[in-house]
T-cell receptor, first 114, second 112 residues
């Protein structure tokens, strides 16, 4: 595809529900990243994939957060038992081979937990 | 722990002015530094990437410099235009790490 795409663009959910956020990286990009941007906070790293494996998941804030990547392409970020503090914009990025290169970002998913 | 600071948090200038945005980082052992632009409600657009061995990068009216030893980078925008209005983010990749560490950004407004 032309760029990184994410779905849904907006998600409103009730506290305690599970949500799944999807990221489609640029075709052929082997590296994929998830970040979170909370109101008043900077972007914070969540997890990094190289192919289907995640060598760095140090930024996941709790065990309610998990992510997977299949076929070296699409990635899903799952948040279980959502809390109000999970409300944020979740951004996905990809790069061709790894972090030494430019990361290209998707438009993000805006999550609101009521 | 790496910390990235951007000053000022907000900047308003008249059209046509040249301006400088500042970024500082606490740990000089970085692999590269990247400047991004973020428009409201949208994702990030990469502007310039400077590897740790480089001193500057240029793209059109933009010039980014890197002084790794002093932990500083600047983004120079020449002849600013209203379309340059956005939030500008600086991010560093730490040596030995895969993630980018971001500053909180500078919100730029260029007035016609």
């Amino acid at each position: 595809g032309a760029g990184v795409s994410q779905s849904p663009s907006n998600k409103v959910t009730e506290k305690g529900k599970d949500v799944e956020l999807r990221c489609d990286p640029i075709s052929g990009h082997t590296a994929l990243y998830w970040y979170r941007q909370s109101l008043g906070q900077g972007l914070e790293f969540l997890i990094y994939f190289q192919g289907n494996s995640a060598p760095d998941k140090s930024g996941l804030p709790s065990d309610r957060f998990s992510a997977e990547r299949t076929g070296g392409s699409v990635s899903t970020l799952t948040i279980q038992r959502t809390q109000q503090e999970d409300s944020a914009v979740y951004l996905c990025a990809s790069s061709q081979y790894g972090p030494q290169e430019t990361q290209y970002f998707g438009p993000g998913t805006r999550l609101l937990v009521l | 722990k790496q910390e990235v600071t951007q000053i000022p948090a907000a900047l308003s200038v008249p059209e046509g002015e040249n301006l400088v945005l500042n970024c500082s980082f606490t740990d000089s052992a970085i692999y590269n530094l990247q400047w991004f632009r973020q428009d409201p409600g949208k994702g990030l657009t990469s502007l310039l990437l400077i590897q740790s061995s480089q001193r500057e990068q240029t793209s059109g009216r933009l010039n980014a410099s890197l002084d790794k030893s002093s932990g500083r980078s600047t983004l120079y925008i020449a002849a600013s235009q209203p379309g340059d209005s956005a939030t500008y983010l600086c991010a560093v990749r730490q040596g030995g790490s895969e993630k980018l560490v971001f500053g909180k950004g500078t919100k730029l407004t260029v007035n016609p």
